[in-house]
């Protein structure tokens, strides 16, 4: 055992039962962390005897690293501890999805390309025929929970299809998608937790007028000055990034015509930290056009980026991005926190 993994194991026994007297299962305090790694730190340092095979105890709440960096490298920023709940077949990392690969090949403006787009859009008018909206979306997000359990091992998306009518009536249809898995611990850590998420029955709800908890009752205006302030009714926007999740929020339950959609498209190429991150394929092996901007507002710095359909400007999908640190969340940077692919959206003549 080399001197790092003594520490290591040293600061798991030291705080493990601190950790299993927490009634809410916190995250450590990082003082007392300190505390713990202090007095170690100071402690004349003896070689533990040889152990054969595995030395963690396997049914401990077992102190982990958030980070593959050396084991001394993480203890001098004792901040990035965390303690797994429970750690019988945990992973080191909660499960996020593999991050997109963008490509870009020269520099291009954002604004030139959202405008062209916004013309494009304008041109293609209304999407489908009759007067009911039906959205089809599958969507992820690192603190869904699943049959009320929050699962960190698996990335299980909801697929939901939504049928809203005039009058606000809406009907939905959900189902959770195909488990994805970074490796073979992941997969056998869900199993053990009861595989939440497996049931793939559609659940169908009808919700009459105004029980559906809709955000906007009106369509959105074609002007995207006028768009700024509406969008602003109903989101706390501070930044782009602001902006960035009020559209994806908006997509989510209107289906836009073509000058709704330009105006969304101009409104994007007038805000000022916008760039164009290249040519993506998005995961339902769309080719797209990738425009994204980064916001500290939720807490974190994060990349938000809208993947647009290149020929008419359409919104195909929607990812969230930890970029430059992960806080007290157990992930690997980069690390995908959140997408929305939508599948479709159209104007249709009845729900099913």
Do not use: C
């Amino acid at each position: 055992m080399t001197d790092d993994e003594e520490i290591a194991r040293q600061l798991n026994e030291r705080w493990g039962p601190l950790a299993a007297a927490s009634r809410a299962r916190l995250e450590p305090d990082p003082h007392t962390k300190e505390q713990i790694l202090q007095r170690i730190l100071q402690e004349p340092r003896q070689k533990p005897p040889r152990r054969r095979g595995r030395w963690w105890p396997a049914r401990s709440r077992t102190l982990l690293f958030g980070g593959t960096a050396a084991v001394a490298a993480a203890v001098v920023a004792a901040v990035v501890l965390v303690v797994a709940w429970p750690s019988t077949s945990a992973p080191v990392y909660a499960a996020t999805p593999p991050s997109l690969i963008y490509q870009l090949d020269r520099p291009e403006s954002a604004t030139a390309l959202l405008d062209q787009l916004a013309r494009a859009a304008e041109a293609a008018g209304r999407p489908g025929d009759g007067k009911v909206e039906y959205i089809h979306t599958q969507s992820w997000d690192l603190d869904a929970r699943i049959d009320d359990r929050q699962v960190t091992t698996a990335v299980v998306p909801l697929d939901k299809q939504i049928w809203r009518k005039a009058d606000d009536a809406v009907t939905t249809i959900e189902k959770y998608g195909t488990p994805w898995f970074p490796d073979a611990t992941s997969r056998r850590a869900w199993q053990a937790d009861g595989s939440p998420g497996s049931d793939a029955t559609p659940r169908r709800t009808e919700h009459p007028p105004g029980r559906y908890g809709l955000l906007w009752t009106e369509r959105p205006p074609t002007n995207p000055d006028q768009l700024r302030a509406w969008l602003r009714d109903n989101h706390s926007i501070t930044d782009s990034g602001g902006y960035f999740t009020a559209v994806v929020d908006l997509l989510k339950e209107r289906v836009l015509t073509g000058p709704e959609r330009a105006a969304v498209l101009r409104l994007l190429a007038s805000l000022p930290d916008v760039d164009y991150t290249g040519t993506v394929t998005d995961r339902a092996g769309r080719p797209g056009a990738a425009f994204s901007t980064t916001s500290a507002a939720g807490g974190l710095p994060a990349r938000h980026t809208l993947i647009l359909d290149g020929t008419f400007g359409r919104f195909l999908a929607y990812e969230r991005t930890l970029t430059t640190t992960a806080g007290g969340l157990n992930v690997r940077i980069p690390a995908v926190t959140s997408y929305v692919i939508f599948q479709d959206a159209r104007f249709t003549t009845a729900a099913p």
